[in-house]
């Protein structure tokens, strides 16, 4: 099924959206950056995740952009045109339009197009086409005009085809339509008359397209609310013949005919559409995703404020105006099947029955792969854990199939399924194997961690916490727990990922820190005693308690395990009250590592950690805190821990030294700063802007 996600506004600047919206949403040369352009002078440059700016560039006051920014993937640089003929290039690091790269082309743009694999093509109004390199190297030469008097773009799209470029725009001229399709592996242009059909009186409003190995699909959504479909061949039989082209009907009056604001059509994938737009006359707009396979309506969500009938998708993001704001509507979908398309319905089950699983592709030819589509396929499969890992891993060596992700996770329900049902039965190794694909989670899978706690399995517990973004809190403290109480003889038969833990054995370091009186390390001095009380109460040498602090409390393997949990993404609310359920023994053990990490951080000028993935220091600090926070009336009353807690004081008390003291140092180079200003100023008139927000 499809889902529309909970809707955000990407950005509280206000846009610049004239009556036509924008000018467009391009993808940028990261999959989370995107180029906004508005329909005046400025071009906004958006981290979707963070849902904030990371860059605006505006064009001279009487200067209007006239086509949307793009990036060129291979130089990391952005494009745009302004004033029809303009072409302006930049990157990240230009503040102003009007110092960046310019040159003034002989003709008007149309649209600059750029995809992944290949340069960025320039595509004038008149519908001639040239590669961004060529149309450097000479921006004034003559540019030819390929369509007739009267004849206007209205669409255009860009495609890689078998590692080819290929470009098709539609244009209009007195109420009829043509494609004109570009194949520069060929250098040939094709152009098709597209015949409306019964109602030539239509105007079609938006158009989309996907593309496979032997058609470009066209869709478009036409005044009379109907979706239709045009199939133009990848390579056409007589290019320099003017074809003619039959469109079907694909989906019936999936909006309303006298939208006031516009439609829009995009593709989604192969079989899923998103549509904006009224369904009904009355009715306010909506976002509707249909499955054009099946023909049927998946999810929708209702727009009271509005759009501009305008909608981009990338990813999974479909972008448009949501009244005034550039609104984001993360958007998910499965496999198209039968079973997706009509909905999954829960039957009772009578004792004995076998239960169908939940990654359903009825699709799937029978005996194929290894989805579990009957109890007698799903016996002959599961003959013998060996025979599992053996099937899995021929599947894992074949090239990912479209159902990928619903085998796996097909796969992985048969197996728990079968944990529960025979408690011998336990496949780790094929179990490792299917996480290790990253594409499941806690939430596909939650019986996996579950199982995996019962067994104790440590190796596996790791691998689904560097994996699953979304563990509860409370299944993250139970493999605390485990990680804390195993023994070590049980560890050192274990195989768990090392990568984050360094070497322990700094015997020459150790050796150095007895010989050594006094040791600053980025402001804390281990043997700093201004307690001098606590010290004679502990009754132990400074040597003893440095030497102490600068060995591993826990073995190597434990600490992988630990540094696991470090790594997990949490909520302190959530989390506080199950780590009061912890021994006070272990939390004691935890904090100590934790302290010894501290010290590790402590003796570079970086205050990190050596290692491929070692923990952060910000990580160490945070999770001292929810330990002591936590459990400090217990840890307080237990004579072994007397001594960390002192260290822990002596910590905090020496960093906060610290930060005053660069606190001091900050003001004093401010003081500096403006002292160099008005030096460099006096004499001078000047005028000080402040904004105040």
């Known amino acids: 099924m499809a889902a529309l996600e909970e809707e955000f506004t990407l950005s509280s600047v206000v846009l610049s959206a004239g009556p036509e919206g924008l000018l467009?949403?391009?993808?940028?040369?990261?999959?989370?950056?995107?180029?906004?352009?508005?329909?005046?002078?400025?071009?906004?440059?958006?981290?979707?995740?963070?849902?904030?700016?990371?860059?605006?560039?505006?064009?001279?006051?009487?200067?209007?952009?006239?086509?949307?920014?793009?990036?060129?993937?291979?130089?990391?640089?952005?494009?745009?045109?302004?004033?029809?003929?303009?072409?302006?290039?930049?990157?990240?690091?230009?503040?102003?339009?009007?110092?960046?790269?310019?040159?003034?082309?002989?003709?008007?743009?149309?649209?600059?197009?750029?995809?992944?694999?290949?340069?960025?093509?320039?595509?004038?109004?008149?519908?001639?086409?040239?590669?961004?390199?060529?149309?450097?190297?000479?921006?004034?030469?003559?540019?030819?005009?390929?369509?007739?008097?009267?004849?206007?773009?209205?669409?255009?799209?860009?495609?890689?085809?078998?590692?080819?470029?290929?470009?098709?725009?539609?244009?209009?001229?007195?109420?009829?339509?043509?494609?004109?399709?570009?194949?520069?592996?060929?250098?040939?242009?094709?152009?098709?008359?597209?015949?409306?059909?019964?109602?030539?009186?239509?105007?079609?409003?938006?158009?989309?397209?996907?593309?496979?190995?032997?058609?470009?699909?066209?869709?478009?959504?036409?005044?009379?609310?109907?979706?239709?479909?045009?199939?133009?061949?990848?390579?056409?039989?007589?290019?320099?013949?003017?074809?003619?082209?039959?469109?079907?009907?694909?989906?019936?009056?999936?909006?309303?005919?006298?939208?006031?604001?516009?439609?829009?059509?995009?593709?989604?994938?192969?079989?899923?559409?998103?549509?904006?737009?009224?369904?009904?006359?009355?009715?306010?707009?909506?976002?509707?995703?249909?499955?054009?396979?099946?023909?049927?309506?998946?999810?929708?969500?209702?727009?009271?404020?509005?759009?501009?009938?305008?909608?981009?998708?990338?990813?999974?993001?479909?972008?448009?105006?949501?009244?005034?704001?550039?609104?984001?509507?993360?958007?998910?979908?499965?496999?198209?099947?039968?079973?997706?398309?009509?909905?999954?319905?829960?039957?009772?089950?009578?004792?004995?029955?076998?239960?169908?699983?939940?990654?359903?592709?009825?699709?799937?030819?029978?005996?194929?792969?290894?989805?579990?589509?009957?109890?007698?396929?799903?016996?002959?499969?599961?003959?013998?854990?060996?025979?599992?890992?053996?099937?899995?891993?021929?599947?894992?060596?074949?090239?990912?199939?479209?159902?990928?992700?619903?085998?796996?996770?097909?796969?992985?329900?048969?197996?728990l399924e079968r944990c529960k049902a025979e408690p011998s039965f336990y496949p780790r190794n094929c179990l490792v194997q299917l996480i290790q694909t990253h594409v499941l989670s806690y939430s596909l899978c939650p019986d996996l961690m579950e199982i995996a706690l019962i067994k104790k399995d440590v190796q596996l517990l790791q691998l689904c916490l560097q994996q699953f973004p979304d563990i509860p809190e409370s299944v993250t403290c139970a493999c605390l727990k485990i990680f804390l109480s195993i023994g070590d003889d049980s560890l050192q038969e274990t195989d768990v990922s090392m990568e984050s833990v360094f070497d322990y054995s700094n015997s020459v370091h150790d050796e150095k820190m007895e010989e050594q009186t006094e040791i600053l390390q980025n402001g804390f001095n281990p043997e700093e005693d201004k307690c001098s009380n606590c010290d004679q109460e502990l009754n132990k040498k400074p040597q003893d308690e440095t030497k102490e602090s600068t060995s591993c409390p826990v073995v190597p393997k434990r600490a992988a395990l630990l540094n696991a949990i470090l790594h997990s993404a949490y909520s302190e609310t959530f989390l506080l009250p199950h780590l009061k359920d912890i021994p006070a023994q272990h939390i004691t053990l935890f904090l100590k590592y934790l302290y010894f990490l501290y010290l590790k951080c402590s003796e570079n000028a970086t205050m990190t950690l050596p290692g491929i993935h070692p923990p952060t220091l910000n990580q160490i600090m945070d999770w001292i805190c929810l330990l002591l926070d936590a459990n400090f009336t217990v840890v307080v009353m237990m004579p072994e821990a007397k001594r960390l807690l002192i260290n822990l004081y002596k910590l905090v008390k020496s960093q906060i030294s610290v930060y005053s003291e660069l606190n001091k140092i900050e003001v004093s180079f401010r003081e500096l700063q403006k002292l160099n200003q008005e030096k460099n100023n006096r004499g001078l008139y000047s005028i000080e802007v402040l904004e105040l927000f």
């Open 24 to 415: 467009g949403v391009e993808q940028s040369d990261k999959t989370d950056h995107f180029l906004v352009t508005d329909s005046g002078r400025t071009v906004i440059l958006y981290k979707v995740s963070d849902q904030k700016p990371l860059g605006s560039w505006s064009v001279k006051q009487g200067q209007v952009i006239t086509c949307p920014a793009v990036c060129n993937f291979q130089t990391r640089e952005y494009i745009v045109v302004h004033d029809n003929k303009v072409l302006r290039i930049w990157n990240n690091e230009d503040v102003n339009l009007d110092k960046v790269f310019k040159a003034t082309l002989s003709a008007e743009v149309y649209r600059i197009l750029s995809v992944q694999g290949t340069e960025p093509l320039v595509l004038f109004k008149e519908g001639a086409v040239r590669g961004l390199e060529a149309l450097l190297a000479d921006p004034q030469q003559k540019i030819e005009t390929v369509i007739s008097d009267e004849e206007v773009i209205k669409w255009t799209k860009f495609f890689i085809v078998f590692r080819h470029p290929v470009l098709i725009f539609i244009t209009e001229k007195h109420g009829n339509y043509f494609a004109y399709v570009q194949m520069f592996n060929s250098r040939i242009l094709t152009k098709y008359t597209l015949l409306l059909g019964q109602d030539e009186n239509s105007v079609i409003e938006s158009f989309t397209a996907s593309v496979d190995r032997k058609f470009i699909s066209l869709m478009s959504l036409s005044s009379d609310g109907c979706i239709y479909e045009t199939l133009i061949p990848i390579r056409p039989t007589d290019p320099e013949k003017n074809q003619t082209l039959v469109r079907s009907q694909l989906l019936k009056a999936v909006v309303s005919g006298n939208t006031r604001n516009g439609v829009a059509l995009t593709a989604l994938d192969q079989d899923h559409i998103a549509v904006l737009g009224s369904p009904q006359a009355a009715s306010k707009e909506c976002l509707s995703v249909w499955n054009i396979k099946f023909q049927t309506l998946q999810t929708s969500k209702e727009l009271p404020q509005g759009t501009s009938g305008q909608l981009w998708y990338y990813g999974e993001n479909l972008f448009m105006l949501h009244g005034k704001s550039l609104t984001v509507i993360p958007y998910k979908c499965e496999v198209s099947s039968l079973a997706g398309a009509l909905g999954k319905l829960k039957h009772g089950q009578d004792p004995g029955t076998h239960v169908m699983p939940r990654f359903v592709n009825w699709e799937t030819p029978q005996g194929c792969g290894l989805g579990f589509q009957n109890s007698e396929q799903s016996r002959r499969i599961e003959d013998s854990e060996k025979h599992i890992e053996v099937e899995v891993r021929k599947f894992l060596a074949l090239k990912q199939t479209p159902d990928f992700h619903t085998v796996i996770g097909d796969t992985v329900t048969g197996l």
